[in-house]
């Protein structure tokens, strides 16, 4: 009995910590007003990362939802890489959904995103994919901070066109 509980302890413990590339990227988000980041905040983030769509590249889908279902939130597409211990981040697209109230079925987006069809396909796709996948609560104040070791732009930065 005691080995089962402490199974689901570590289990619990492990299943909380968000893996470093996901707080990076989240805190790349946040920097750039993307996710909230009060220190009372707190996100359920999951995450998938595509390495066959554009070759040569990786894109990180980071969902964030609300509610235990998990059947609204955010979805974003960020292209990142890595020098030298120096993590990039360029966040490239974003947008709101909404899902049935069981989280599983059509997924509908609030404001369509750039792109419009081929966007949307592959942030159903990346959702649709993090069914089952671990998902990780993240405060605030995790990912308010400043960002160490990393570069961070979006599309919706001005000096970009």
């Known amino acids: ?9 570590t289990g619990a413990a492990c ?4 893996p470093p590339l996901l707080l990076h990227a989240a805190t790349c988000l946040a ?17 998938w990362t595509d390495e066959k769509s554009y070759p040569g590249k ?9 509610g235990s279902n998990h059947s609204a939130g955010r979805v974003y597409s960020i292209f990142y890489s890595e020098y030298r211990h120096h ?21 509908n987006y609030v ?11 592959a942030f159903t796709a990346a959702i649709h994919q993090l ?16 960002m160490s070791h990393s570069t961070c732009k979006s599309y919706v930065d001005n000096d970009q066109p």
């Open 1 to 9: 009995m005691a080995l089962l509980l402490l199974s689901g302890l």
């Open 15 to 18: 299943a909380q910590q968000a």
């Open 31 to 47: 920097s750039k007003k993307q996710l909230p980041a009060a220190a009372g905040t707190a996100l359920s983030l999951g995450y």
């Open 58 to 66: 990786k894109v990180l889908y980071v969902v964030a939802t609300s």
């Open 87 to 107: 993590q990039m981040f360029d966040i490239q697209n974003g947008t709101t959904f909404v899902q049935s109230a069981d989280g599983k079925g059509t997924i």
């Open 111 to 121: 404001v369509p995103p750039i792109g419009l069809a081929d966007s949307e396909g």
């Open 131 to 146: 069914d089952g996948q671990p998902r990780y609560t993240v405060t605030g104040a995790e990912i308010g901070g400043p």
